[in-house]
Nanobody, 115 residues
Framework: VQLQASGGGLVQLGGSLRLSCAASENIFSGNVIAWYRQAPGKQREMVAGLSSGRIPIYADSVKGRFTISEDRVKNTVYLQMNSLKPEDTAVYYC??????????WGQGTQVTVSS
């Protein structure tokens, strides 16, 4: 199973980006999906997730600005990020447990927000 993350880039304060995470096979169905991010010198943190029952959860720092969604036909998960701030700058990773103990990680996509 491979997860291909894309959509990162350089954006100005207040801008928007949409990240995509495409799976090589139908691995998301019924499993937990999440977007994490890791800024330089900081621990990786979860910013948004979908439970197996498809209930979304968000870190307090992104609530109201980020939206996680899923396209089951395309085996793709999205993270719509609006009102971006410099503190959102990080490498963003998608992850799914895929019904396994360790799960699967995407390769990461860089998001940089300039002020």
């Amino acid at each position: 199973v491979q997860l291909q993350a894309s959509g990162g880039g350089l954006v100005q304060l207040g801008g928007s980006l949409r990240l995509s995470c495409a799976a090589s096979e139908n691995i998301f169905s019924g499993n937990v999906i999440a977007w994490y991010r890791q800024a330089p010198g900081k621990q990786r943190e979860m910013v948004a997730g979908l439970s197996s029952g498809r209930i979304p959860i968000y870190a307090d720092s992104v609530k109201g600005r980020f939206t996680i969604s899923e396209d089951r036909v395309k085996n793709t998960v999205y993270l719509q990020m609006n009102s971006l701030k410099p503190e959102d700058t990080a490498v963003y990773y998608c992850h799914t447990d895929g019904g396994t103990e360790s799960g699967y990680w995407g390769q990461g996509t860089q998001v940089t927000v300039s002020s």
